[in-house]
């Protein structure tokens, strides 16, 4: 008799509890890094928290 495996039955129950949350925080981190990225060392001396914090 094989045994139960419990893992693919967690799995499914914790991505159905958890989804939206993965999604939200893919979508941000996304949104994030396109605009960390697009930012220019002109952006950078411009910005008052830049001048702020000297950084």
Partial sequence: MPKFDPWPVFFRREWNRNWPFLV??????????????????????NSPFVQRHKR
């Fill in 24 to 45: 939200g925080f893919a979508i941000t981190g996304t949104i994030l890094t396109k605009f960390s990225l697009g930012l220019t060392e002109e952006d950078a001396k």
